[in-house]
């Protein structure tokens, strides 16, 4: 039986997926990157390898996010793609005929726009990071409410009340004052997830045609107070499609299916890798005035690759 | 008296070979890095755009070199620029600098040339005419080898070699004290870089587009052009120094410029909006019909007139049926999020053109 494993390595959670030839999902990861990624796609490699049934071999391997050259280089992957790409291409997979993907993650958010099938457009948050993953995490701390059931609380909600949404340390200030002012909980919840969908839609949806079938995944979509603030603005349906906190994995385990389909082979260096010692280190490198910060991967002691350079001559492990 | 100048990509070897030829000592800066960016942010207005901190990054470095005398471009057009360089020079005054502060307004010869006369010791016009030819030459060699680098990086035969090309065409530019010796050395650089391409064409062609110093400064776009390259991407770049040159300090080819934007971004902008707000429709709407696969605008966070024409692009979009991607960037732009939308641009092209898309995610694979 062949499998296809796709790794999503993001800022705040890494994702790894294994789907079947029948490109139905039957593992999936979803782990705490917490700032050290080749510790947890080691940790992620072991644990799936238990997971995995006894005669799944692992036949591509694909990376995405943020961390995609890194994951790229430890596992061995056939295809290396940017999330933009494999979040359209597990949606169009999930939901047939979707035109908007609103996704929001740990970090960043981003829209896509689809129309047959095709990409036309999409865009990603620049300079806020209001309403991404980690302000609603934060928040939920501060309420002292498990973060599972944040979404469920604002359903409850009969009056939101209206929150800056603005800058995240606004709507926080704003927050503690409607607490103050006495105002329930469920109402204030409500009310924040309502400011964020604002933000989202007039930063990052801002001048997008928003069409349905419109599909919501990424970490946030499992709030359903987002969700039910989504439909609200935009007075359509919004699908939380299935796998919808590891979709950018679904998409790089599906592209590199592809892949591994045209080229024959692939690259994966098996499960084993978790039991290899990797290092990264970085240097600035003085040979010319432009002070690029170089990363260097050990494999034990043996680079395996380097990458920031911006003129190239460090991309060659050999020297 | 030694002179600071700020950079803007290949800008300072047409500049250093002007004032070296009339025997005026410069101050060598280092292309602009992380430092530059650093020491200008700090010290700059919070809102002001990221063209403004550099250059002020790039005056505070050269003060520091021993540099007493400061050139800066002028202008009177709707935009910000005009003042930068009084506001640079208070910034700097208040930072208890002493220099002197030379403010060059185009479309003033008389006034430029006044300026340089008292300044430095008297030049004779032999001196001046050839000075200013020389410096031309280099301006323009430098540029001519630029747009090869974009055209034959897409096609070379492995990473990273154009690039080593033009940057040693670069430095020969820069040292070369003749005509003569500049057209060989661009013609043997366009030898060089035919010789380690290989013979196919690029199937994805993308326009650059946008604010003039965010274009041509390669550490403030964050190297678009080259990203673009390495990925088997053709790029032209909507302007150089050496046309901005033309086109700002000789009238007629000015009036003509002008004629020629007004003329191209009919419908969309009838108006001057500053910096180069209407050249940025204009440059849209004439690449769209020169069949180019998808535009990117680069545009510096808060530049007004680039914000005007950001938010009429979607309709030149709309009517051509081509991608266009705005990129804000400001000091605080992350070279990784840049890459993403780059590589997904890509993508979406490539998919647009779909018959030839088996070739492109490989040819994408190779590069990452």
Known sequence: ?319 | MYVGFPHMGNAHIGIRGLFKALGILTIDLPPVNRLTVELGAKYSPECSCLPFKTVLGNYIQALEKGADCLIMLGGCGPCRFGYFGNLQEKILRDLGYDFKMIILEPLDWRQTLRQLQETFSPVSWKQLIYASRLAWGKTVAADTIESFSHFYRARQSRPGIITGIYQRGLEKIDKAYDLASLRTIVKEVEGEMKAAVLPFEPEIKIALIGDIYTLIEPYVNYQTDLKLGEKGVQVERSIYSSRWLKENFIPWEKKKKRRKMLRDAKGYLKNMVGGHGLDTIANAVRYSREGFDGIIQILPMTCMPEIVAESILPRVAEDYQIPIMSLAVDEHSSDTGLQTRLEAFIDLIAQRKKDKKDYFLSKVHEAS
């Open chain 1, 1 to 319: 039986m062949k499998g296809f494993l796709g790794i999503d390595v993001g800022s705040v959670s890494t994702n790894l997926v294994v789907i079947d030839e029948q490109e139905e999902v039957i593992a999936s990861l979803y782990l705490q990157t917490a700032g050290q990624p080749i510790k947890v796609i080691q940790e992620g490699m072991r644990t799936l390898a238990k997971t995995l049934p006894e005669r799944m071999e692992i036949a591509g391997v694909g990376t995405t996010g943020s961390g995609r050259q890194l994951a790229g280089v430890l596992v061995g992957a056939d295809i290396i793609k940017n999330e933009i790409t494999a979040h359209a291409v597990a949606t169009s997979h999930m939901v047939p005929g979707v035109q908007t993907i609103l996704e929001i993650g740990g970090q960043d958010s981003k829209i896509i726009l689809l129309r047959n099938g095709i990409v036309t457009d999409f865009a990603m948050n620049t300079v806020c990071a209001a309403g991404t993953g980690s302000f609603l995490d934060h928040q939920a701390v501060r309420l002292q409410i498990p973060i599972q059931e944040f979404g469920k609380l604002a359903l409850k909600s009969t009056n939101p009340v209206r929150i800056a949404g603005r800058c995240s340390v606004f709507a926080e200030s704003d927050m503690i004052h409607k607490q103050q002012l006495g105002h329930a909980l469920e109402d204030i919840i409500a009310g924040l997830c309502e400011a964020l969908v604002r933000n989202y839609l007039n930063n990052v949806g801002k001048g997008k045609e928003i069409l349905p079938p419109i599909a919501f995944q990424g970490g946030v979509a499992a709030n359903l107070g987002m969700k039910a603030a989504f439909e609200k603005a935009l007075g359509m349906e919004v699908i939380v499609p299935p796998h919808f906190e590891v979709m950018g994995a679904v998409g790089a385990a599906l592209i590199a299916k592809k892949e591994v389909a045209k080229v024959g082979k692939t690259n994966f260096k098996g499960f084993n890798i978790s039991d290899a010692h990797y290092q990264a280190k970085s240097f600035e490198c003085g040979g010319c005035p432009n002070l690029c910060e170089v990363v260097q991967i050990f494999e034990d002691d043996k680079v395996i690759a380097r990458w920031g350079g911006r003129c190239g001559k460090w991309e060659n492990v050999a020297v």
